[in-house]
């Protein structure tokens, strides 16, 4: 009679009903209780009677009544004979029915058909369970009668809270409910079934296989799915637990080794977040795991740099009846999950500073996504401590897992957080012990991280002693050729530098001496910084032995003084300063100006009168200047040819006389065809005063 029963027919359901209601009634009175006894459908009857007790017609309601009232007499004789007779919670369940059967009468049935979900529940097993449930969500297609789909949801979500935990084919059930949504047109009734997936979602036992179910359907969800997400009702204790599961399946590709394309998982899970954001019904769970949420999802956004979906491990047959969007990739996914969380979490000032900075655009490109993680732990730290300290505690266990992609973006926001005062409490093993493997690491982006880290922990008086014992290691980072070590290494330097033995003091002297005129003109400047600083730091008692390297500076540090970048040439002249006041010698006023030597040529003059006299048998400034009449740089080259046209009258007149001129005139007449007017000028006036050195007669052959 089945067909008969949901038939669109009213004459036909109505004789339908009645005919059922007979054979039920006759059922009851002739019932033998003979073994084995048992309905082969009985979740499927009890569904199919439930909505006919909803029914728009009143005579098929009444009929539909009368045989659910014989129904649960036959059930109730039925699990009397053959339940365990130690099931207490049966023995209850049937105490009470029999109660109820007293009490109500038919029309009970026929009034609040939900009823019938509640006295019947204890009676199912989870095979008779999942019959009512399939059978309840056919009743959802029923769009002639909408109040067959009010009843459809009103049983569905009664039975799904009675039953509890005794489903067995949820993965069934989660099934039919996502291909219905579409059909269901009912405001109530959408909310009834979004509330029935809430049950399913917020039961443990369940969780991971709802979450799993919903997971796999097209990305981006549909308008229902996405309803479904953002509107799930879960009491707050299961709040955390379900958003935790959901973002687990996340981590979870995020520690596997890196594969050829990306799980669909992956993608799906970081949509389903954006829509669980959006929703904002899990609001207190989301603030409980924001570091947990940030952080993934920034690894996400990493895994997916320069991605299509065409690079990800899609399910056969997911797309059958949808074309794939070329916008649609798994980098917006990401990003916009990131972006919703961060203002879910009232994070605006946060993500203010990242639009202004175009951290967004950072955090998407290949070689700047770092640079994009950075940001946002700076923008963290300064606007919001908490949030921030809790990251920073949450990643101390997490650095070293996952691959190569968790660990970069993991250490990026790490190191940024160690400019925090919190991270002195730090043990040693999670800070500088953790940023001298990575000073190791083959990745040269480690090593950046290394130093950025070893540069903000130095400012704590705590970690400095640790991070002192790295000196000789960190030291011979300055011979590295990438800028951003090299500048960090020198800052860490700097901060070490009054700490540091003798032996590795002169060492760095040494090589930062060497990256005086380096083409990098802020790796020229600090390494000027750092000889200084190295040379302000000498013990009195190691002065002589440091005496002759400080005189070697003296002539690159004044001609760098005419350096055509003014903070190279300002450095200069300061660090000029320090070696001059180590040397306990006071400096011409003359060395300070700061136009250009051609300008003044008096002014020369007066300082190499001043060189040649102080420098007079300690170190051959000449040779030195000449060799910088060679430099790349035209500033440079025209204030050593300039020194050297007259330094000569206030040197040592036998030595040059011994030596001759001719190696002097032999470089600047190269220099003669330089295409810079002005050089070639000065140089012709120098090769003439040489000349003329030459020529004159050797003053005491004279006498």
């Not at 399946?249 to 993608?267: D, G």
């Not at 350096?563 to 300070?592: G, H, M």
């Not at 440079?636 to 046209?645: H, P």
């Not at 065809?673 to 003329?692: F, G, M, N, V, Y």
Request: proline share 4%; glycine share 4%; charged share 25%.
């Amino acid at each position: 009679m089945e067909p008969w029963l949901q038939s669109l027919k009213d004459h036909e359901r109505e004789r339908a009903a009645a005919s059922m209601a007979q054979v039920l009634k006759c059922l009851s009175r002739n019932l033998s209780l003979k073994l084995p006894l048992q309905f082969e459908r009985l979740g499927h009857l009890v569904a199919l009677m439930a909505l006919l007790c909803g029914d728009p017609l009143e005579e098929v309601a009444e009929e539909a009544a009368e045989g659910t009232h014989y129904l649960l007499h036959i059930t109730l004789r039925m699990k009397y004979i053959t339940h365990d007779k130690k099931n207490r919670s049966l023995k209850e369940a049937m105490k009470k029915c029999r109660e109820l059967l007293e009490l109500y009468s038919i029309q009970q049935f026929y009034s609040c058909p939900f009823k019938i979900a509640q006295v019947f529940e204890v009676f199912l097993n989870s095979n008779e369970l999942c019959q009512f449930v399939m059978t309840t969500l056919d009743g959802l297609k029923n769009l002639k009668h909408p109040c067959t789909q009010q009843s459809a949801g009103e049983l569905l979500i009664t039975l799904v809270k009675s039953a509890e935990s005794r489903f067995e084919k949820v993965p069934e059930i989660m099934g039919v409910i996502c291909a219905q949504l579409s059909v269901i047109s009912q405001p109530r009734v959408r909310r009834q079934i979004v509330n029935t997936v809430s049950l399913f979602i917020s039961r443990p036992k369940y969780t991971d296989t709802v979450i799993s179910h919903l997971l796999c359907h097209p990305v981006p969800y549909d308008r229902h799915l996405a309803e479904l997400w953002r509107t799930l009702e879960v009491e707050l204790p299961s709040t955390t637990w379900i958003l935790w599961r959901l973002l687990r399946k996340l981590q979870k590709c995020h520690n596997v080794p890196t594969q050829e394309k990306m799980a669909y998982v992956a993608v799906a899970a970081t949509d389903a977040l954006y829509e669980v954001f959006v929703g904002n019904r899990l609001r207190e769970a989301t603030f409980r795991l924001f570091p947990q949420l940030l952080m993934t999802l920034l690894i996400q956004i990493h895994h997916s740099i320069g991605l299509t979906m065409s690079d990800v491990a899609i399910p056969s047959g997911l797309y059958t009846d949808q074309e794939m969007s070329s916008e649609v990739t798994p980098l917006c996914f990401a990003i916009q999950a990131t972006k919703t969380l961060l203002l879910r979490t009232f994070c605006w000032q946060e993500f203010n500073i990242m639009e202004k900075n175009k951290g967004w655009a950072l955090l998407e490109g290949k070689d700047c996504h770092l640079q994009g993680v950075s940001l946002l732990a700076n923008a963290l730290l300064e606007r919001n401590h908490f949030l921030a300290h809790k990251v920073m505690y949450l990643l101390v266990p997490l650095l070293n897992r996952g691959n190569d992609k968790h660990k970069l973006t993991s250490a990026g926001f790490f190191v940024e957080l160690l400019q925090s005062p919190v991270a002195r409490r730090l043990p040693s093993i999670y800070s500088v012990a953790r940023l001298k493997d990575w000073l190791l690491h083959g990745n040269k982006l480690f090593k950046v991280l290394a130093l950025r880290g070893l540069h903000y922990l130095v400012r704590h008086q705590e970690t400095r002693e640790d991070i002192k014992s790295l000196s000789p290691c960190i030291l011979d980072f300055l011979r590295e050729t990438d800028e951003k070590v090299v500048l960090l290494t020198i800052q860490i330097l700097l901060q070490l530098v009054r700490t540091m033995d003798f032996t590795t003091l002169t060492a760095m002297m040494r090589t930062s001496f060497s990256l005086f005129g380096d083409v990098r003109p802020d790796v020229h400047r600090l390494s000027m910084t750092l000889f200084g600083a190295s040379v302000k730091s000498v013990k009195y008692t190691d002065k002589k032995r440091v005496e002759s390297q400080v005189l070697d500076s003296l002539v690159p540090l004044l001609l760098y003084s005419q350096d055509e970048n003014d903070a190279v040439a300002e450095e200069s002249r300061r660090v000029l300063t320090i070696c001059a006041q180590f040397l306990k010698w006071k400096l011409p006023q003359e060395v300070y100006c700061k136009d250009p030597w051609y300008i003044n040529p008096s002014d020369v003059g007066i300082i190499c009168k001043f060189f040649g006299k102080k420098c007079k048998g300690k170190v051959n400034i000449l040779a030195q200047t000449l060799m910088f009449s060679k430099n790349a740089k035209l500033p440079i080259r025209r204030a050593a040819v300039l020194f050297v046209g007259l330094l000569p009258s206030y040197t040592d007149h036998s030595e040059l006389r011994m030596k001759g001129t001719d190696w002097i005139e032999d470089d600047l007449r190269k220099l003669l065809h330089d295409p810079e007017p002005s050089l070639r000028i000065i140089t012709t006036q120098a090769l003439l005063q040489i000349h003329k050195f030459g020529a004159e007669p050797d003053p005491r052959q004279t006498a």
